[in-house]
Every structure is written in C-alpha cells, then in structure tokens.
C-alpha cells in the first residue's frame, strides 16, 4: 500500500492551534520519507497541551507559521492520495481548521483511521490507544506525542494490518474528505 501517515500536536484546545506536525510517507509498505516540522500557532499555550507533547512556545518561536508548512506538504492531500492518522478525527479537523484559520481552503483527500480499524480488528485490547495498539502489535513508540514518532507508529500499524488482515478489510475504512 501506498499512504500518508500525518500526525498533528497542538498549543491548546483550539483546533486551528497545530504547533508540530509530522507526516510518515510509506511506498509498498514501507515508511520511504518523513518530515517533520514544529510550527508557530501563533495562540497562546495551555499548560495541559504542553504535558502532553512537552512543546512550549519558546520551542516554536522561530518556527515557521502553517501557511509556509503548507507549501511543503499541500502535493500530499489530493483526492488520489490516502492520508491516515490515529483518531484522524482529531488529526482531519486540525488540519481543516488551521488551513481555514490561514484562509486557505482544505483540499479534497482520501483518509482512514487507524483508531477504527483497530477497533474493529482487534477488539480484545483493553483500549485502542496509539501506544496500546503499537504495544499489542509490538511496533516501536518511544515518544508518544511527539508527532514523528506518532505518524510512525500509526503507518507501522496499518501495515501490519494490510500485511495480517489485507487491504480488502480496509477498504470499507476509506472515507473521502472535502
């Protein structure tokens, strides 16, 4: 399988408030490329967002703000491309919300979340939290919430599931976004 695996951090609540964001660019079932970038939000921090990912806003003040992230990363989100995420709820609707914060229009992509299909093909794991899920398939997740190792995780864990169940079982999973 050919995919994206994006995973975004935030400053705050706020969905328009992505201060890192980590994309894992996988070819044949293999990770081939990464980028990562911390991003200035320009909004201020809240302290439970930075217990979580450990980012504060000195670590962001020379960062570049999303509009310039986006000129790097917008050739991966065309309605061809399936972009994947862990709660790609979560991850879709930062994305859609800091592109319209910038006023630039969300693109039209494919996505799949790899939160649901876990759910749905392992069901006995007490929960299906990204390091759960990694634990129980024995992928490697040193730095939960941090973006990089997180967009990894969640584009090992798809491929083992392509690679354990086939890409027939999770093709129902593939939404089309915009």
Request: net charge neutral; aromatic share 8%; glycine share 2%.
């Amino acid at each position: 399988m050919n995919f994206i695996a994006m995973d975004f951090e935030t400053a705050s609540p706020k969905r328009y408030s992505a201060c890192s964001l980590s994309l894992a660019i996988v070819r044949d079932n293999q990770i081939v490329d990464e980028f990562y970038s911390l991003i200035n939000p320009q909004t201020p921090f809240n302290w439970r967002n930075i217990q979580i990912h450990g980012i504060h806003e000195r670590d962001v003040a020379n960062a570049p703000i999303f509009p310039e992230v986006w000129k790097h990363i917008a050739p991966f989100y065309t309605p061809d491309k399936l972009v994947i995420a862990h709660n790609a709820t979560f991850d879709n609707s930062v994305l859609k919300n800091t592109l319209e914060h910038y006023k630039i229009t969300p693109p039209a992509y494919q996505t799949l979340d790899t939160l649901r299909t876990s759910q749905k093909l392992l069901p006995r794991l007490p929960n299906h939290k990204l390091n759960t899920v990694a634990d129980a398939l024995k992928i490697e997740l040193n730095h939960h919430h941090n973006a990089l190792d997180d967009a990894q995780a969640c584009a090992d864990i798809l491929i083992n599931q392509v690679e354990q169940f086939g890409p027939s079982r999770l093709k129902p999973f593939v939404k089309m976004l915009g």
